[in-house]
T-cell receptor
Framework: DAGVTQSPTHLIKTRGQQVTLRCSPKSGHDTVSWYQQALGQGPQFIFQYYEEEERQRGNFPDRFSGHQFPNYSSELNVNALLLGDSALYLC?????????????FGPGTRLTVL | GNSVTQMEGPVTLSEEAFLTINCTYTATGYPSLFWYVQYPGEGLQLLLKATKADDKGSNKGFEATYRKETTSFHLEKGSVQVSDSAVYFCALSDQTGANNLFFGTGTRLTVIP
């Protein structure tokens, strides 16, 4: 049973560029959430997708956007990169509406902005 | 709003010592509470969870009890091992349809032989 997978593992970009990160949820899950984990901090919720729609959003600017595909996989896009966007980006999957269920996390994509 | 306050780290213990990592929360409803662990170079793994008041979550010798009266979910282990060295995150889920997680800042634990 495949867990949550993310690609790429590492990425280096320069300020002003755009980046796309990808996530495939755990088999059987229909909901994907994205988190940003800055160095030495806990993960912060960016947004969540279900049925190909953004369902909830954290306190992030609209430079951060996403998409969910019919197979439940998801992309996170960040435009006009800033140095402060350097972080580990985590994807988590779950089943919609299952409030007490565990969210399963992928290994993350380490983004470095120079 | 929802927030989690976690014990400041880092924490360094000798093998077989007793571990406590404090966690308190603020929530608007009746959250579920979680402890996640992050080993070096890896993503987050669920360690244990509790979904209602007075529930005790346990796994791999770790325990935490959901205390609604003190809004706490402290992590404990009676005898730590070197392999327990990791960063531990307390988190809550606000049980809305979106079910997103709010994390504390993490506590780095180092266990020395």
């Amino acid at each position: 049973d495949a867990g949550v997978t993310q690609s790429p593992t590492h990425l280096i970009k320069t300020r002003g560029q755009q980046v796309t990160l990808r996530c495939s949820p755990k088999s059987g899950h229909d909901t994907v959430s994205w988190y940003q984990q800055a160095l030495g901090q806990g993960p912060q919720f960016i947004f969540q997708y279900y049925e190909e729609e953004e369902r909830q959003r954290g306190n992030f600017p609209d430079r951060f956007s996403g998409h969910q595909f019919p197979n439940y996989s998801s992309e996170l896009n960040v435009n006009a990169l800033l140095l402060g966007d350097s972080a580990l980006y985590l994807c988590a999957s779950s089943l919609w509406g299952r409030f007490t269920d565990t969210q399963y996390f992928g290994p993350g994509t380490r983004l470095t902005v120079l | 709003g929802n927030s989690v306050t976690q014990m400041e780290g880092p924490v360094t213990l000798s093998e077989e010592a007793f571990l406590t990592i404090n966690c308190t929360y603020t929530a608007t409803g009746y959250p579920s509470l979680f402890w996640y662990v992050q080993y070096p170079g890896e993503g987050l793994q669920l360690l244990l969870k509790a979904t209602k008041a007075d529930d005790k979550g346990s796994n791999k010798g770790f325990e935490a009890t959901y205390r609604k009266e003190t809004t706490s979910f402290h992590l404990e282990k009676g005898s730590v091992q070197v392999s327990d060295s990791a960063v531990y995150f307390c988190a809550l889920s606000d049980q809305t349809g979106a079910n997103n997680l709010f994390f504390g800042t993490g506590t780095r634990l180092t266990v020395i032989p």
